[in-house]
């Protein structure tokens, strides 16, 4: 589905200028507004929220879980602790693996002991949720923006309780984009 600035708007109900504002990453649409959009236009609301396509996927070959990794401050690296489980799942990379999120600030999007598959090599895309190690080795799970004034990457959380964190463009030495979300529905 391809729309302009202006039909999105009217389907929001919302304002051309919010809507931009929205696409800037410079404020954030309120949930009804996004309702209204996802009930027009047909696209699940938790796609909208995370861009992470939550149909079922079919049973494909083995994803391994490498790790936990923190959605909440920065903290020392993951993948160091070896394989602790896999998951079924069909993406299109042989290096794909799985993460625990331990953790809440992607909640509601991403909640504590939900599993993010990740693909290495999926390229980068302003916007989307990304497992991110800087050069002092510390990870997070977060949306990331690149804002090219600063020459920095913005990791936000989804929780409003925790900060967007800056981090310099030379300090981040990795980016893996989240493709999928698998709920835990303990």
């Known amino acids: 589905m391809s729309l302009t600035q202006e039909d999105a708007a009217k389907t929001a ?6 809507w931009q504002e929205w696409e800037r ?5 309120s949930i009804s507004a996004l309702e209204k959009f996802a ?11 995370t861009g992470v396509e ?18 909440g401050p920065l903290t020392q690296g993951f993948g160091e602790g070896g394989i602790i489980g896999s ?26 002991e939900d599993i993010v598959l990740c693909s290495p090599k999926e390229p980068f895309v302003n916007g989307k949720i990304y497992a991110a190690v800087t050069g002092e080795g510390e990870q997070s799970l977060k949306r990331v923006r ?4 600063s020459r920095a990457y913005a990791l936000i959380p989804s929780n409003k309780e925790f900060l967007t964190v800056y981090v310099p463009e030379e300090q981040i030495i990795k980016l893996v984009r989240v493709v999928e979300i698998r709920r835990n529905l303990q």
């Open 39 to 49: 009930d027009v236009t047909g696209i699940n609301l938790f796609t909208l929220l």
């Open 25 to 29: 990453g410079n404020t954030e649409p």
């Open 146 to 149: 690149y804002e090219k004034r």
């Open 54 to 71: 939550t149909i079922p996927i079919p049973a494909g070959r083995e994803i391994p879980i490498v790790d936990r990794i923190p959605a």
């Open 87 to 112: 998951v079924q799942a069909d993406i299109d990379d042989e290096n794909a693996f799985g993460l625990i999120v331990s953790g809440v600030s992607m909640w509601p999007e991403i909640d504590e």
């Open 13 to 18: 109900e919302v304002s051309v200028r919010a």
